[in-house]
Nanobody, 127 residues
Framework: EVQLVESGGGLVQAGGSLRLSCAASGFTFDDCAIGWFRQAPGKEREGLSYISNSDNSTYYADSVKGRFTISSDNAKNTVYLQMNSLKPDDTAVYYC????????????????????WGKGTLVTVSS
């Protein structure tokens, strides 16, 4: 059974940092792509970043490039999203998602999503 469990959300002041974690199980971690998405109240889901574990390539949305960093610890089957210089507009529920095949590249996942999703973790950035 595929499971994705996010953690690390919380309340932070503008300008602060948080690190989100996504613990994955139920598929071959070395072959997959794992991404981070978010959804703010009243807004559509937004793709933020993903990492392809087969070649460690990463992809970022323009809205977070330079502020957010995705990384993967294959020994722990965990993907992280380091978020710096947070803004109130970053307030949202953050989800990790996975494509066990890791087939796609570029912005594909941001448009079409991924196969499996976690339940999300809330990030609130106060002004």
């Amino acid at each position: 059974e595929v499971q994705l469990v996010e953690s690390g959300g919380g309340l932070v002041q503008a300008g602060g940092s948080l690190r989100l974690s996504c613990a994955a199980s139920g598929f071959t971690f070395d072959d997959c792509a794992i991404g981070w998405f978010r959804q703010a109240p009243g807004k559509e889901r937004e793709g933020l970043s993903y990492i392809s574990n087969s070649d460690n390539s990463t992809y970022y949305a323009d809205s977070v490039k330079g502020r957010f960093t995705i990384s993967s610890d294959n020994a722990k089957n965990t993907v992280y999203l380091q978020m710096n210089s947070l803004k109130p507009d970053d307030t949202a529920v953050y989800y990790c998602a996975a494509d066990p095949t890791g087939h796609y590249s570029g912005s594909y996942y941001f448009y079409y999503g991924m196969d499996y999703w976690g339940k999300g973790t809330l990030v609130t950035v106060s002004s």
